[in-house]
């Protein structure tokens, strides 16, 4: 997935272009030929939830008090800003 992402050929403003899919089965069948892998619905659908993930922690990350903690990978949040964004 890293490799097409960073190839302008597969990339597009909003994401991959067509075909990316069939693409990235050809790079997992090459290098683990056996594991029977395929994009649809398993890479997919791995996706589509990494998505909904991100787009919710990115909410959150501009939200003035939330903060990524690389060390323990996850977000870090004020005690006095929670009350705040619970109950709204």
């Known amino acids: 997935m890293h490799e097409l992402s ?9 994401g991959f272009k067509i075909g990316y899919m069939n693409k990235l089965e050809e790079l997992i069948k090459s290098v683990f030929p056996n594991c029977g892998f395929k994009a649809t619905p398993l890479i997919e ?8 993930k991100y787009s919710v922690m990115a909410q959150m990350l501009s939200i003035s008090g939330f903060e990524w903690d690389a ?6 949040v004020e005690k006095a800003v929670v009350p705040a964004v619970v109950f709204t």
């Open 45 to 52: 659908s791995r996706i589509k939830h990494w998505s909904e």
């Open 6 to 14: 960073g190839n302008p050929k597969w990339k597009s403003e909003n």
């Open 71 to 76: 060390e323990k990978k996850m977000l870090q």
